[in-house]
């Protein structure tokens, strides 16, 4: 939401929602981006190119104010000169150009260039190793939020947290207002890296924004921050996005490096859940190319042929019991979940068919990570878009009878029909349907498509 109007958004969701309305499956889901407390540069009448050792003034002046000519720019936050101090390191856009504070006074920051480049309007500033002492939530993100809540989003990406009460804050509004939307913390904080269990464990899942969090981290710690997110996240049976500089060069290019593509897929090989595209397709060259990329590697990891799944690392490794305790209880939905994946993988089944109602069940066996695709049934279309999210989940919409055996049916009916299953295949289907007399009954079953 740092970029747009609402009545720009609007018309997005608009038409995701006209899209979703001509799919019997896979719903796309919408997830709302928080602006949070960002500090960024004052508009330009023009763009400034620097160079090392250029002097460069940032300053909280307003408009009028600021008469200290072309080499200066307003920042956006007050109190940036209080959290700046001499000899910090101020980055802009996370590092594309950096500067060295060389003194601060009641209103400007003082700096020289150590890497130049070119500035232009409303860059986003960080000073490395610190982050700004803002409030987690904003008033602008209250309104985009409420927003939110009257397009019934899906997801909510809460910028900048640092403190596991910032989700439960968020989390336990939204519960007073009646929505069920996932949140989601983008850990790009260096003060949110030592409370990542902690966070997490109250999340709804994690996006590890590696932009800002390379700015106020050092660069080589950013794939262990995000290597660990990942596998707490599969511990606790939670989503994770890694996104940003995923196909930077395709914002200017038709064709990714290399080094990108490799990217990609180690982070899908980690275990990531989704990984995500920004200024490649918000602002970029090629949109439509970046996402077909982007595609494009994702399935030629989930393509492995099972002769080739040494070489896809933890991927395709499912989690044993003792992987599964490290972060959490075990119960008995866990126990069917690995039960699960385990004679799917041994009788090289085409699909596990799960039926849930609160998604539960979906989330546990996409955690343990098996080796075909997960697909789920469920009367809510609402859930169906959430369960997007998850690892390998392809989510249909069902009514469920009072006779499980009925739903079963109607559901290998819907999956031939659409040609996602052929006579012949093997399911492993996973359910807690109620059983006819107001029970539910946890099952696992194997059948044979006839």
């Known amino acids: 939401m740092s970029h747009g109007t609402h009545e720009w958004h609007q018309n997005v969701i608009d038409t995701v929602r006209k899209l979703n309305a001509t799919r019997t499956h896979n719903h796309l889901a919408i997830l709302l981006d928080t602006k949070g407390p960002e500090v960024r540069s004052g508009d330009l009448k023009a763009p400034i190119t620097v160079k090392r050792g250029d002097k460069f003034i940032w300053t909280i002046r307003k408009g009028s104010e600021n008469t200290l000519g072309e080499f200066s720019t307003e920042v956006s936050y007050d109190d940036f000169v209080k959290d ?4 910090d390191t101020l980055l802009v856009d996370g590092g594309m150009s950096s500067f060295y504070v060389t003194k601060v006074t009641d209103c400007d920051v ?3 260039c150590i ?4 500035l232009t309007s409303r860059r986003h500033l960080n000073v490395r190793g610190k982050s700004a002492s803002l409030p987690a939530i904003t008033d602008k993100d209250w309104e985009d939020i409420e927003f939110g809540l009257k397009n019934n989003v899906d997801f ?3 910028s900048f947290v640092k403190h596991e009460d910032d989700v439960l804050f968020l989390k336990k509004y939204m519960e007073e207002k009646g929505s069920k939307a996932l949140i989601l913390p983008k850990i790009e904080s260096a003060e949110a890296v030592p409370r990542l269990e902690a966070i997490l464990k109250v999340s709804d899942g994690a996006m590890v924004a590696r932009g800002d969090l390379g700015a106020e981290i050092p660069i080589e710690e950013v794939p262990l921050v995000q290597e660990r997110i990942v596998q707490i996240n599969r511990a606790l049976k939670k989503p994770t996005i890694v996104a940003t500089h995923m196909l930077e060069s395709m914002i200017t290019y038709s064709s990714p490096t290399r080094a990108e593509v490799t990217d990609i897929s180690e982070a899908i090989k980690q275990g990531a859940d989704a990984t995500m595209l920004s200024g490649e397709t918000a602002g970029g060259n090629y949109p439509k190319e970046a996402v077909e990329t982007m595609s494009r590697v994702a399935s030629a990891v989930f393509d492995l042929k099972v002769s080739q ?3 896809a690392g933890s991927f395709y490794e499912v989690n044993t019991e003792d992987d ?6 075990r119960d008995s939905r866990s126990d069917l979940a690995y ?3 385990l004679l799917a993988r041994d009788l090289n089944a085409s699909a596990i068919v799960i039926f849930t109602r609160a998604g539960n069940y979906a989330r546990e066996v996409s955690a343990v990570r098996p ?3 997960i697909l789920a049934f469920s009367p809510s279309v609402d859930l169906n878009r959430r369960l997007m999210l998850s690892w390998g989940v392809d989510a249909f919409e069902i009514e469920f009878e009072n006779d499980p055996e009925k739903t079963i049916y109607s559901a290998i009916a819907m999956l031939k029909e659409r040609k996602e299953v052929k006579i012949g295949d093997t399911l492993v289907i996973v359910s807690d349907l109620l059983d006819g007399t107001g029970g539910a009954v946890n099952t696992v079953q194997v059948r044979i498509i006839r």
């Not at 890497?115 to 070119?118: H, I, L, M, T, W």
Request: glycine share 14%.
């Open 115 to 118: 890497d130049g480049g070119v």
């Open 339 to 341: 039960s699960a994946a």
């Open 309 to 311: 799944m040494e070489s």
């Open 156 to 158: 909510y990406a809460l």
């Open 84 to 87: 700046v101090k001499e000899g």
């Open 371 to 373: 080796r075909c695709p």
């Open 324 to 329: 599964a305790e490290k972060e959490g209880e």
């Open 110 to 112: 003082e700096s020289e």
